[in-house]
């Protein structure tokens, strides 16, 4: 992705269902609407029958207007999940949410995920669904369970699992997240937007949630590796604290991209997820700005630079003796 052209019509994305297949991505570009993996309103599809294209578990509501994962009342969960496996290499999911309820701030809960995994309809602790995913996760996190002084809530973090690490509720998810930033998206008057973006390894999130007609960054990671055959789901739980967790659409748009020979003869659906990381996602901790920087060197950090630099010196010496030694050697041949 070279770059990114950042004016978009939401009101277009919820428009006409004619419209959509002209619709601009947040590159810039008109892509085609894979209406097996995307839902729309009136939401025909949806349902328990062999034809349909999704399913919904717990406390999901669909109505002709939203799909509401759990209504504002304490202790519920709810999900809805594509049935169709998803084999595009290359895509953009956009989601329509909207996140409401009486609750007033830091008393309200928990939030909502968007999920492209291996399983579909397993339930679980995070967000109505099981914290050992294989795949591709997206949190908004409303309530702060670890209650850090240096994070505001909502918090959208992103997260790439093979099976073999949870998530950790109790501590929103810190030392998995791959990133993530702070936004508000509770109570809006005007409609809030997602998208997903996954194209050649890179991950990227942008929202649209300040009604001005733009997307921002949230997200952007190279070196994810994702297989195909996945599924696309969303979900969202509540516990002491509620709130309304609706999607009013989830929409998705194939990328065309092209691959070397040897992308386009692999067999995408045996990649195991996973992430190439320069550092640890434990490292990261984000700033006011939104960015993410380094943690400070700690205690034990710092012994063991200095342990390193020591050992270091002590090779560079017994390399240089030896070398001396050797070329004291030689020139007694020579008298």
């Given at each position: 992705i070279c770059c990114w052209v950042l004016k978009h019509s939401p009101r277009l994305l919820a428009g006409s269902e004619g419209a959509e297949?002209?619709?601009?991505i947040t590159d810039g570009n008109a892509e085609h609407l894979k209406r097996e993996h995307s839902l729309i309103k009136p939401y025909q599809g949806v349902g328990t029958s062999p034809s349909s294209q999704w399913d919904f578990w717990g406390s999901?509501?669909?109505t002709s207007q939203y799909v509401r994962l759990t209504p504002d009342e304490r202790s519920k969960q709810g999900s809805i999940w594509n049935t169709v496996p998803c084999y595009l290499k290359d895509w953009e999911m956009h989601v329509q949410f909207k996140i409401h309820g009486?609750?007033?701030k830091n008393l309200h809960g928990d939030g909502f995920a968007i999920w492209y995994t291996k399983d579909r309809l397993h339930t679980g602790t995070v967000f109505g669904s099981?914290?050992?995913?294989l795949g591709l996760a997206m949190f908004i996190d409303t309530y702060p369970n670890d209650e850090a002084p240096d994070r505001s809530f909502p918090y959208i973090s992103a997260m790439v699992n093979n099976g073999s690490l949870p998530y950790d509720h109790g501590k929103d998810g810190r030392s998995t997240e791959l990133g993530g930033c702070s936004v508000e998206v509770r109570n809006k008057d005007h409609d809030t937007y997602?998208?997903?973006?996954?194209?050649?390894?890179?991950?990227t999130i942008m929202i649209d949630v300040d009604d001005r007609n733009d997307w921002k960054e949230c997200i952007d990671f190279g070196g994810v590796r994702l297989p195909t055959g996945y599924y696309f789901g969303a979900s969202a739980a509540t516990g002491d604290l509620s709130d309304n967790h609706d999607i009013i659409s989830m929409k998705m748009y194939q990328l065309m991209v092209e691959h070397t020979p040897e992308e386009d003869n692999q067999d995408w659906t045996k990649i195991e997820p996973s992430v190439?990381?320069?550092k640890s996602p434990k490292d990261n901790i984000d700033d006011p700005?939104?960015?993410f920087r380094s943690t400070p060197l700690t205690g034990w950090k710092v012994f063991l630079l200095l342990l390193c630099a020591l050992l270091g010196i002590v090779v560079c010496a017994v390399v240089g003796a030896v070398v001396f030694q050797k070329r004291q050697e030689r020139?007694?041949?020579f008298y």
């Open positions: 297949e002209g619709r601009h999901t509501l669909v009486s609750g007033k099981s914290a050992n995913f997602l998208a997903i973006r996954y194209s050649k390894g890179r991950l190439s990381l320069l700005t939104g960015n020139n007694k041949r």
